[in-house]
């Protein structure tokens, strides 16, 4: 990068590098939706204000005992055990022949973790501080990541990378798949469905409360509806991969933040949900069942 | 390895009239038992009754005298039962080599470690050529043959005691089901295997099956040696209709 660099490409750099950092908590987010999609074969409307909880415990450790890592653990540890919590006893007492209790009753949970949690820390904004800088990087006189960006990218790359691994490389991650996409076949095999089911919950709602503990510093702070626009952009982004690609959560959130962050650059923020309203619906025109789809059966 | 013994099972779907009433039924240790019948006679609700799948109203399943009425599904094949569902059972999504693995996953009563696993699927390759050639393929572009191959090979790589298998000719080319029903009765000779085999493709399960079994209306209307009941005209016209 060179000082000659015009405002109009510094401009640029700056919008783009910010839209991966936004991006990487999208693409976090969203795939915890797919998944959770991926064991319960559900959108769980609850994800947001389920993500908020263990932010407000994280929260109230780190305020209590300093230490921004302790926050995050617990939050991590709180979100796995909310997330078992709410399969095990609320979700699976629900019929499950047709989704919409499912739905309803996730709904409800909304309601009843926000309302609560506005009762119990009150309904306004917190400020919550980065354990990084947010003051940008200046490279050449350009402002690009700054720290904390990076940490949230490295994060996400982290977490992406571990799940990549879980997923296709040990037992447990063949028996995750195995049990989302053909429960009785696994059932026949001996592997634990409903346990499988458990576990997928964990760690889908364990992931969006890491999301959104990253989104919290970077936002107004925190309050009981800190997540929501968070959750509306990553379905998005999940509908857009396909609902049920990990990789797909995670090319279609880092472009729905790259392009959340230029029209709010180039635009205004306001228009921001508008372009990616518009792109969810090119892409659904295009590719109905999402970019990354797995291919249909092969029939004869 | 294992005998498997069905003492006045009755089954029903939902409030139905049972499908089955009072069936008794012993498949021998190592036995290979052919189970005929008419479409709807209830050999599929006795292959899921059995592994679980289809609530039992009454009567018992017992796997070398143990109980196993009151488990699930999952424990019943960690016990040593297996079934290869009617219809292709593979997970199209995964891979030839994923499909296999995850039937190495759960052998009766421990789990085994990573070369044992790999030995088991290795020896699977050798018998069904056409997967080892396809190992990383995806179920879903599998053909019907392969399919039956691969859903066969991973329920004896998981080396159950007892095997189920539920019309596992149906809708292939003769040769195919020659190939399969081969396979099985080497491993059943080689290993000990007892199996129980569901099938409409009579000719070809009595060929490799010691004892025949007649379902009709879900009871036992009939029950001899498969070389009887294949070269009994009367019999076979009697119960089987051809």
Not at chain 2, 116 to 140: I, T
């Amino acid at each position: 990068m060179t000082p000659e660099m015009g405002p109009a490409v510094e401009r640029l750099v700056f919008l783009l590098s910010t839209g991966l950092a936004r991006g990487a908590v999208l693409a976090l987010f969203a795939l915890s939706l797919v998944i959770v999609y991926r064991a319960a074969r559900a959108v769980n409307f609850a994800q947001a204000a389920m993500a908020i909880v263990p932010v407000y415990v994280a929260f109230a450790v780190t305020s209590a005992s300093g230490s921004y890592w302790l926050g995050l653990a617990c939050a991590l540890v709180t979100g796995a055990l909310l997330g078992a919590v709410v399969e095990r006893w609320l979700l699976r007492l629900v019929p499950q022949d047709n989704p919409l209790p499912g739905i309803i009753v996730a709904i409800g949970l909304v309601m009843v973790l926000q309302a609560g949690l506005a009762i119990a820390f009150g309904p306004d904004h917190r400020p919550v501080h980065a354990p990084f800088s947010q003051r940008p990087f200046d490279v050449g006189g350009v402002s690009v990541l700054s720290p904390y960006d990076l940490f949230v990218l490295i994060v996400a790359a982290v977490v992406m990378g571990g799940f990549a691994i879980l997923f296709n490389r040990t037992s447990i991650g063949l028996q995750l798949r195995a049990a989302a996409f053909a429960p009785e076949t696994s059932r026949l095999l001996g592997v634990r469905v409903p346990r499988m089911v458990t576990l997928g919950w964990m760690l889908s709602i364990a992931t969006a409360a890491l999301a959104a503990l990253l989104l919290v510093p970077t936002g107004l702070g925190l309050d009981p509806h800190a997540a929501d626009v968070l959750f509306v952009n990553a379905f998005a982004a999940a509908v857009i991969g396909g609902l049920d690609s990990p990789v797909g959560a995670l090319v279609a959130g880092l472009v729905v933040g790259v392009l959340a962050s230029l029209v709010t650059g180039y635009a205004s923020a306001a228009t921001a949900p508008l372009a990616v309203l518009a792109l969810l619906t090119v892409v659904l025109l295009v590719r109905p069942h999402g970019l990354f789809a797995a291919r249909e059966a092969r029939t004869a | 390895m294992s005998t498997l013994t069905i003492e006045k099972l009755t089954v029903g779907h939902g409030d139905g009239a049972p499908v089955l009433h009072g069936l008794e039924l012993e498949v021998p240790d190592g036995g290979v038992v052919a189970l005929l019948g008419a479409n709807g006679a209830g050999k599929t609700t006795l292959l899921r009754s059995l592994m679980g799948l289809v609530p039992a109203r009454s009567g018992r399943v017992l796997l070398d005298g143990t109980d196993l009425t009151r488990l699930s599904t999952e424990d019943r094949v960690r016990r040593g039962l297996a079934l290869v569902p009617e219809g292709r059972s593979v997970v199209v999504e995964l891979t030839v080599a994923e499909n296999l693995r995850l039937g190495t996953l759960w052998k009766t009563g421990r789990k085994r470690k990573g070369p044992a696993r790999e030995a088991a699927v290795g020896q699977m390759y050798e018998l069904f050529e056409p997967l080892a050639r396809r190992r990383d393929a995806a179920g879903h572009t599998l053909s019907g043959g392969e399919r039956q191959m691969l859903a066969l090979a991973r329920a004896l790589v998981g080396e159950p005691d007892v095997l189920l298998l539920d019309e596992p000719s149906l809708g292939l080319a003769p040769l195919v089901v020659a190939q399969l029903l081969g396979v099985l009765r080497d491993q059943a000779e080689a290993t000990g295997l007892t199996v129980l085999l569901a099938e409409q493709n009579v000719t070809g399960a009595l060929s490799v099956a010691d004892r025949g079994v007649v379902l009709s209306l879900g009871e036992v209307v009939a029950d001899r040696p498969a070389a009887e009941l294949a070269a009994d005209p009367a019999l076979r016209h009697a119960y089987l209709g051809f």
